[in-house]
């Protein structure tokens, strides 16, 4: 086995597909034969020089979930061995190997899955679970809505809605086309946010109370109007920030409403934290993945050696569903 692989690394001169090191897996880590990567936002600001928790600057390996082979176990791992197929989260999945940690690591469902559609798994079912279980707190019977719904994370986060119990879902898209696609995926209203009277739409849906958990991918650009359409006691989960890091806030609605706004992020997690996330989320909605009932459409596969191309797809955000790495 050769010591070294092909990986996607951040550069000075941009991101570049080279010879690295191959990594070894310590004794709580699998190393995988990586098959297939998807990409996430959090790349495109690595890509850029940014940082994303402990990742970020020149010589990191972009990618955060991945599927392939099993190639090697650490000594204290149970659980796999090699050979498996899984899917994991982790650092550096754009590469020909990849290390995760066990807790991390899910056995792929024996059903006729790609290497692509496995790698879609991870961080959505993880990053929405977490954001609507376990900080949405959503009870059976409340209502959604998924700011930012027809991204890879925001599709699996109405299908969970959907099946934790939710009984209206709204799902949010700027463009038509990928609106119209989002009632394939659990939503019961598609809204766009830049219609004028969107905050009307989403409180007639709801018989004027307004949505009893938001959340939202988006942040700056919609929150005040986001915070008309939450209801009374309601909350807002803040998972993402692609429409601006910082803006106007409404604190008058916010008190008004009594809303918990709710921030999370994987960056200052532990990795006791990150593991049980990943436990709860198997607990509640492992099952059902096995049995088919989550799905994010492929929007497009690259070849590893096309991964500059790949991150200006996702840069330009016409992409509905994940955007793949075939390695």
């Not at 951040?10 to 995988?32: H, I, K, N, Y």
Request: aromatic content about 4%.
């Amino acid at each position: 086995m050769t010591e070294t692989m092909r990986a996607a690394v951040v550069t000075a001169e941009g991101v570049r597909v080279q010879e690295m090191p191959r990594p070894s897996p310590g004794p709580e880590e699998v190393l995988v034969r990586v098959r297939a990567a998807t990409l996430n936002r959090a790349d495109l600001g690595v890509a850029a020089g940014g940082a994303h928790g402990a990742m970020g600057g020149p010589g990191t390996i972009l990618g955060l979930d991945f599927a392939g082979e099993v190639e090697a176990i650490g000594s204290a791992v149970t659980g796999v061995k090699v050979g498996d197929r899984v899917t994991a989260s982790g650092s550096g999945g754009y590469a020909e190997y990849a290390v995760a940690d066990i807790g991390r690591v899910q056995k792929v469902p024996d059903r006729n899955l790609s290497w692509e559609e496995a790698a879609t798994l991870p961080v959505a079912l993880a990053t929405m679970h977490d954001a609507i279980v376990m900080n949405g707190r959503l009870a059976k019977g409340e209502s959604v809505m998924i700011l930012g719904a027809s991204s890879g994370v925001g599709i699996m986060g109405m299908q969970i809605a959907k099946f934790m119990g939710a009984s209206l879902v709204v799902g949010t898209s700027t463009d038509h086309d990928r609106r119209a696609r989002l009632k394939e995926f659990g939503a019961d209203v598609a809204v766009n946010t830049r219609d004028a009277d969107w905050v009307d739409q989403v409180l007639a849906a709801t018989g004027g109370k307004g949505v009893n958990l938001v959340i939202d991918q988006i942040s700056a650009a919609t929150i005040n109007a986001a915070m008309r359409c939450t209801a009374i006691l309601g909350r807002i989960v803040n998972v993402g920030r692609l429409g601006g890091m910082k803006g106007e806030f409404d604190f008058d609605t916010h008190a008004t409403r009594r809303i918990s706004y709710i921030g999370v992020t994987h960056r200052t997690r532990s990795r006791d934290e990150i593991r049980a996330e990943y436990a709860a989320m198997r607990r509640d909605l492992w099952q059902a993945v096995e049995e088919g009932r989550f799905t994010i459409p492929i929007d497009r596969v690259f070849p590893l050696d096309l991964v500059v191309e790949a991150l200006g797809h996702m840069k330009a955000n016409k992409h509905f569903g994940k955007i793949a790495l075939s390695v």
